[in-house]
């Protein structure tokens, strides 16, 4: 090699190790300025997942008391008239559960109940007597609102505290407020929880006025933020902070050290957690860590490099692995209910232009028994084809669990659903034909469109509720089957669920009342009697008719115990008459088919009569005349045994769809009640038809030594067309509506 060439050769050496000199440089002061700049955003996500942490817990703690009020106040929506002293048994016994100290019940716009935790209780309270933040959460829950109050100081206490207010509602009105409060001391233990950070990292939560009413658990000098921000540059840049919302570090002096602190919102209020740490206190561990990381730096860059690079593959492929899991059906690969419900909600808080489908496929457990689980499977992911190729833009569904699908559809118009349902069924139906089965399978829906909620705010599982409610009315039907949600019905239901699950309770509470309309005797114009007639009226002082309620007590067997009550109502009635000197009538009580033919039914009745010492002649059996078909001896045997022991039979409804005058003069009944369909307004050349039937049907009675009572009378006019006919008594509400017995006795006795 000539000199030429050698020099040539070094300049390239001198070269390459001058570049690797300076990449080595650059690298090294790169790598520098990356783990300083790594290690201190180290420093501020751990400063910002200490507060989050301490955010979460005290969000959670509020979250907590508020839903145990919900809870409370969901139990009173059907519980009636509070307890005072139940109440107060209930906050000593729930207190193992929370740290209220005192809990209290206010009727809108009235008084209220408040209870201690050591079981003091203060009644008739003033709402607005109260402290004004929380008189202001209990206006705020009237309103329909639930209510975390700001904090507030009980001097009497000598003690901060914060409130909470939810509505209580009643058939979907706000009528009360439940409250509770509880000292901000509780917070402390919130707070207190141990992390890696020094014991020289303070958390304090700041107030609307910049106060920390949950200062530092420990020596804490600093009564508010202006103790920490010492310069006129750290208020203005912390006071933009609030008025922006918005979550900040800086760098301050507190107590002569130089420390980093970091504000953000709580999520309650205008209330920000402030946490404050020096900077040996967050650095320390982190400072060992990094002295690691140089010394094996060089020694784990290529390995480091490349598990980075698998480790961000791995990760990137986990992800879509997780998302997956956590979104979708692992059967199916539609939507699972978690993601669903998140559209939903996002749906319903923006229009009310759609409808909720909840579908089944009709005894699918056969399905997977009789074909197996590998084509139940299949079937289950037919359906999810089906569905992909039959929803719009805009619209989804996923499958919750075995064969239970949610559609949300962009339409609420109940016809349009309607034919689109029945066209998705059909094609589902097809799967079948693929296996040469000859089996038909049936599928039901239930649907809850947004114009069957539209003006009124609906939850998500709200929503699902009523869903819920439509399928289950249509898997009754044991077919093919679309249910369309209906309020009115949904209300019916809920009023018979009710019904039938208070009924006993109701007896032995009295909250069946006895109210009598008075039969007038058409020839003298005074009071021969009086029918007993039943009013539920509920611990809450809700009306609930017989017509609601009668059909179902027939069905469910309850009608026997009720009449028997109803006839000891009446003897109870007869006796106050009897003991306060006035001269008592007799009472006509219904009595059910099952009643009157029960064992022990006789028996039953002369114990009433003789534990209230009232003759049996004052007490009217009514009997209706279906119980005469079929077996008119066998009636006329329990109707003997009755007036042996003194008793009157009437039947009641005469005319009304069963009678004939053969099964009339079969009966030894003492009363025949004429249906008031004889006194309905018909066409003026039938009212003589009509009045001749009566005729004869008064004269068949007088020969048969009965008493007529006409029921319907509501004018003059049926007053005299009834006298004409001869009957003997009328009733109806040209005389009197139905009476509480205390309106009866101050009008007639």
Sequence with gaps: MDERGMQKRLRKITLFFTLVSLVLLMGSGGISILLNHTFQNEIEDQIVTETNRHRTNINRKIDTDLQTLYTLSSFMEFSGTIDSSQFAKGLYESNNENSFLQMGYFEKGGTGIRVTVNGAMEENMKAEETDSTFYESIQ???????????????????????????????????????????????????????SGFSEQTKVRVMGTDGKFFLPAQSGDQADSVSDILLSEKERTAFQNMLEQGKSKFMEVNENGQTCRMFAEPVGVHDWYLVLTATERGISEPLYQNLLITRIIFFLLLALSGMCILYGARLMKRNSRALLRFAYYDQLTGSYNMVKFSHMLEETIASTRDFSLVAMNIRKFKFINETFGDEVA????????????????????????????????????????????????????????????RQYRMMIYAGVVTGAEINGSFVKREELMSHVMFALDRAKKRQQDEIWFYNTETYK???????????????????????????????????????????????????????????????????????????????????????????????????????????????ENLCEIMERYHVPAKMITLEILEGLALGDAEGLNSR???????????????????????????????????????????????????????????????????????????????????????????????????????????????
């Design 140 to 194: 705020k829950a009237w309103d329909g609102k639930s209510v975390v109050s700001d904090v507030y100081h009980d001097s009497a206490a000598d003690e901060d505290f914060i409130a909470y207010a939810v509505p209580v509602q009643k058939n979907g009105t706000v009528v009360d407020a439940l409250t509770a409060c509880e000292s901000t001391s509780v917070f402390f233990d919130v707070l207190s929880i141990k």
């Design 377 to 436: 499977n299949q079937l289950l992911c037919y359906v999810k084809k089906v569905l992909d190729e039959a929803v719009f833009e805009g619209e989804f569904f996923c499958r919750e669990t075995a064969d239970k699908f949610y559609i949300l559809m962009r339409t609420s118009d109940e016809n349009l659903v309607q034919r689109r349902l029945e066209e998705i069924t059909e094609h589902i139906r097809d799967f079948f034909l693929h296996y040469n």
């Design 492 to 602: 019916k239901e809920q009023l018979q669920n009710y019904m039938e699950s208070h009924m006993n309770q109701a007896l032995q509470d009295e909250e069946f009342r006895l109210f009598l309309q008075p039969k007038i005797n058409l020839r003298k114009g005074t009071l021969g009697g009086a029918e007993a007639l039943v009013r539920w009226i509920t611990a809450e002082g809700r009306m609930i008719f017989p017509d609601q309620f009668i059909p179902l007590f027939e069905q469910n067997g309850f009608c026997t115990e009720l009449d028997l009550y109803m006839v000891e109502l009446a003897c109870r009635q007869i006796r106050q008459w009897m003991d306060e000197g006035k001269e008592a009538i007799p009472i006509s009580v219904n009595q059910s088919k099952l009643l009157f033919y029960k064992d022990g039914y006789v």
């Design 639 to 749: 109707i003997r045994e009755l007036k042996e022991k003194g008793f009157q039979i009437s039947m009641d409804d005469f005319g009304s769809g069963y009678s004939s005058l053969n099964i009339l003069c079969s009966l030894e009944i003492d009363e025949l009640k004429l249906d008031r369909a004889f006194l309905m307004e018909m066409p003026g050349h039938k009212k003589w038809q009509q009045q001749i039937v009566m005729e004869q049907i008064a004269q068949l009675a007088k020969k048969m030594n009965m008493t007529t009572v006409a029921e319907g009378v509501e004018t003059w006019e049926d007053e005299a067309f009834i006298l004409k006919a001869g009957c003997d008594y009328g009733q109806g509400y040209y005389y009197s509506k139905p009476l509480c017995a205390a309106e009866f006795t101050e009008k007639y006795m």
